[in-house]
């Protein structure tokens, strides 16, 4: 945990430095990558160990973002299916007025 906490701080310097100094963003950019990087493994590992401890805390997380990934993956397919049917002229996309401006080509 001490070396993961070292890491954590390395590449929150990289990250400020980086913006600081202005060294053409890279820097900057890898910091802010290897920070996702080791974030995800950090919680993935943390993750993994609670469930493996018998937490349900954890588990009732994990079900409810799995539950909200599922749904957003049905809306997402029915939303294509429909634009699908747009595309082969079977459906047509409703107009859409905001303050009296069309956003849809009659």
């Keep these: 945990m001490h070396w993961i906490k070292i890491v954590y701080v390395f590449e929150l310097f990289l990250v400020l430095v980086g ?3 202005g060294f053409n963003n890279t820097v900057m950019r890898f ?3 290897s920070l996702l990087v080791t974030l ?3 919680l993935a590992v ?3 160990g609670s469930y493996i401890g018998g ?3 954890v588990a009732i997380v994990l079900r409810g973002f799995a539950k909200f990934v599922a749904v957003l993956i049905i809306l997402a397919v029915l939303v294509l299916v429909y634009l699908g ?3 082969l002229g079977i459906a047509q996309l409703p107009e859409l007025k905001i303050l009296g401006i069309s956003f849809l080509p009659k």
Excluded: A, H, K, N
């Design 31 to 33: 910091g802010i990558l």
């Design 19 to 21: 913006g600081l100094l």
């Design 46 to 48: 943390r993750m993994v």
């Design 85 to 87: 049917f747009v595309q």
């Design 55 to 57: 937490s349900t805390r």
């Design 40 to 42: 995800s493994i950090d």
